[in-house]
């Protein structure tokens, strides 16, 4: 770093299947004086529609701090259940299309999972605030159904989270159990022949109140713009939670989710797609597999345990944790990368197997109190993080199959079983400790926000040829520190400083075969935040500077990679209001993102953002919405070539009477076939998503 910057279910499975879920704050305390307030979503307001898009008088539990957005000096994004139905997202990546600074789709339409690029890097994506992912391709992806809403914690973060990626935390928070009982059955019908079911109850089990449950069930029967690829799930997701006292709240939770599938992405040929074909242009719905053989299927059984614990009137314990266990079978083809179409439009195709699982147990306990000392506020958390996760990877093959196939007419049937060594490879397993300590304090109307973490991990690798295993420690120290200056008016300017850390496995594949370095990096960021005290007008302004050292990328030895630098700065603003029966949000990001050696910009990365969304209410009952996303330009490897910007059009229309809600959302509505990504000039290429439409219902009773 520069030295310079610095399916049917009744209510007797609940008890079968009990659950977790973190719990609401503490009941104000009496003398409101003497205690720092604690900051809480506020209860639900007479007028729903008021509730769907302005989130910044929330906490959001990604930040491990009972403080609300507009009282954090870092930028956060809180996207909530509302807001995704609105705009039609079916899954995190549509849901984050419209959040400012994130870069949501960039390798297109993907089953696999959810690509979003917060601040132009990767961010590390969490559920309920214990990180999803250890490794690649092996886990299922968090179904929306099954989330209240996803937060955004944009910059490295380290400080709370240990192994943290620099571009931030993407936390999908789930659905836990309700005082308030509720009963929803949630219908949908779209192109692709999407058929989807869901049921979402809630309640008291007892008079009480003193036993909550919530029952959230999904099946879904559904195509996708790429032929013969399917995005079928059953998901059953049971809580029960426990509030003995004001005190004491224990949740468990239990998640099943199934997802039978086939990958998307094809990884069509440049020839055809970015540049003119034998053929003409390669239409977006062409699948280079084989149906019946070709599946991604992955599978997800998960405990957790949620305990928010009173101990004094100044202190209590929090604690999440989970017990996970994934598994994913790939069976797939693609287009051989960097082997253009003959004239015919024949092909090579890549062969590729792989089944995988991981078991992981992950923990997050911590002491929470708040305190007065003279004329300042505090509220302190001293906390250890731990997770165990071992991943493994067998019936291993990835090579050229002796069956080609044509591009523009494909014939299928051609398997190429002897290309399959079924390899057993290495296992990986990492276990990590943190100890972190957080304190928020206020003085008037200043805001000191600070963190410092410390971290002990061990990454192995377990050899399947049964050479030694090997083992890579490394530890590190992380902080954070924020300053914020409230003014009366609602204008709140702020400054941060925060730090981020990731180990690599593996080595280099240079001639000394060394390990990989960790990953490191620093944020500055600087921006202003503003809420009216009406709460009808929401605007927030960053500007940010992020230098990363030791980026893992394909380096030019045979086999290895390289370690190198990026540098990335750029500002983002977001807007937010309700004017009567209108409500309006609009964003815009532009950032320089480069690769700080050859100063060529990085791949897969649109340095210019911008999304509007308006919606109106008709009348009581009937409501529309209009948006408008701009993505800009981006580039592959080496910085070219360089994609065409794309602006995308989407819309919706509802309609409520009595216990009914009726949606009809359409994304993409000129149905745009764009590329959203190339590897390099003349290698691959991948489609952005195109035209759907889906009408849903939900019933409430």
């Not at 779209?190 to 079911?197: A, E, N, P, S, T």
């Not at 076939?673 to 998503?689: K, M, N, V």
Request: charged share 20%.
């Amino acid at each position: 770093m520069h030295s310079h910057r610095i399916n049917a279910i009744t209510l007797a499975l609940i008890l079968a299947f009990p659950s977790a879920s973190v719990f609401a704050e503490e009941p104000a305390k009496k003398n409101a004086a003497e205690t720092l307030p604690e900051v809480s979503v506020k209860a639900e307001k007479n007028n729903k529609k008021k509730d769907r898009f302005i989130t910044q008088e929330e906490s959001a539990s990604v930040a491990k701090s009972p403080v609300s957005v507009q009282d954090s000096p870092q930028s956060i994004t809180v996207v909530d259940v509302e807001q995704m139905r609105e705009m039609g997202a079916l899954n995190i990546q549509e849901a984050l299309t419209y959040s400012s600074g994130v870069y949501a789709g960039a390798f297109g339409f993907d089953t696999r999972g959810d690509s979003v690029s917060v601040r132009g890097l990767d961010p590390s994506m969490f559920v309920d605030g214990l990180r999803n992912l250890y490794g690649s391709y092996n886990n299922t992806r968090p179904d929306i159904y099954t989330l209240e809403r996803i937060e955004v914690l944009k910059g490295p973060s380290s400080v709370l989270y240990g192994q943290s990626d620099l571009g931030g935390i993407v936390n999908a928070v789930t659905k836990k159990p309700k005082k308030e009982a509720s009963k929803e059955i949630n219908l949908q019908y779209g192109m692709y022949d999407r058929k989807q079911i869901g049921l979402d109850f809630t309640g008291p089990i007892t008079a009480d109140g003193e036993w909550l449950y919530r029952v959230v069930a999904l099946k879904r029967d559904s195509g996708t713009q790429v032929d013969h690829v399917s995005d079928d799930a059953v998901i059953f997701m049971p809580s029960v939670t426990w509030q003995p006292s004001d005190k004491t709240s224990i949740t468990m939770q239990y998640l099943h989710q199934e997802v039978e599938s086939q990958v998307s992405a094809q990884f069509l040929p440049a020839q055809g797609t970015l540049l003119p074909g034998p053929q003409g242009r390669v239409s977006s719905s062409t699948f280079v597999g084989e149906p019946g053989w070709d599946r991604y299927n992955t599978k997800k059984d998960e405990v957790a345990l949620f305990v928010d614990q009173g101990l004094t009137e100044h202190l209590k314990l929090v604690a999440n944790l989970k017990q996970s266990w994934s598994s994913s079978v790939t069976r797939e083809h693609w287009a051989r990368i960097g082997v253009p179409p003959d004239a015919a439009g024949n092909v090579q195709r890549s062969i590729h197997t792989a089944d995988r699982s991981t078991e992981v147990f992950a923990s997050d306990i911590r002491l929470q109190g708040d305190f007065v000392l003279g004329p300042t506020k505090h509220l302190v958390s001293l906390g250890m993080d731990y997770q165990d996760a071992l991943w493994k990877e067998g019936n291993y093959t990835f090579a050229t199959s002796a069956f080609g196939i044509n591009l523009y007419n494909p014939i299928y049937g051609q398997v190429d079983y002897a290309a399959l060594s079924n390899a057993d490879r290495d296992d990986n397993k990492i276990v990590q400790t943190g100890f972190y300590l957080s304190e928020h304090m206020e003085w008037g109307p200043w805001i000191v926000s600070a963190a410092l973490r410390r971290d002990h991990a061990k990454n192995s690798v377990l050899k399947a040829d049964g050479s030694p295993d090997t083992d890579v420690r490394n530890s590190a120290t992380t902080g954070r520190i924020g300053l914020m200056y409230r003014f009366d008016n609602g204008i709140s300017p702020y400054i941060n400083y925060s730090e981020a850390f990731v180990p690599n496995l593996g080595t280099d594949g240079s001639a000394t075969n060394s390990y990989l370095k960790p990953t490191e990096g620093e944020q500055r960021e600087a921006g202003i935040k503003y809420l009216a005290n009406s709460g009808n007008t929401a605007i927030n302004f960053a500007w940010f500077e992020i230098e990363q050292l030791n980026r893992v990328v394909q380096g030019n030895t045979p086999r290895g990679v390289q370690q190198i630098g990026a540098f990335i700065q750029g500002w983002e603003i977001d807007a937010r209001q309700r004017i009567g029966d209108w409500e309006l949000l609009g964003n815009y990001t532009r950032m320089n993102a480069n690769d700080e050696a050859s100063k060529t910009r990085l791949p897969y990365v649109a340095e210019k953002l911008g999304s509007a969304w308006v919606q109106y209410y008709i009348t009581p009952n009937i409501r529309a919405g209009v948006g408008t996303r701009y993505l800009g330009t981006n580039v592959g490897f080496g910085g070219s070539p360089e994609l065409p910007s794309v602006t995308l059009f989407d819309a919706m229309v509802g309609y409520n009477i009595q216990q009914w809600d009726i949606r009809l959302t359409v994304r993409n509505i000129a149905d745009k076939e764009f590329l959203s990504w190339c590897r390099s000039a003349g290698t691959d290429c991948g489609f952005g998503e195109r035209q759907n439409a889906v009408l849903s219902a939900n019933y409430k009773f």
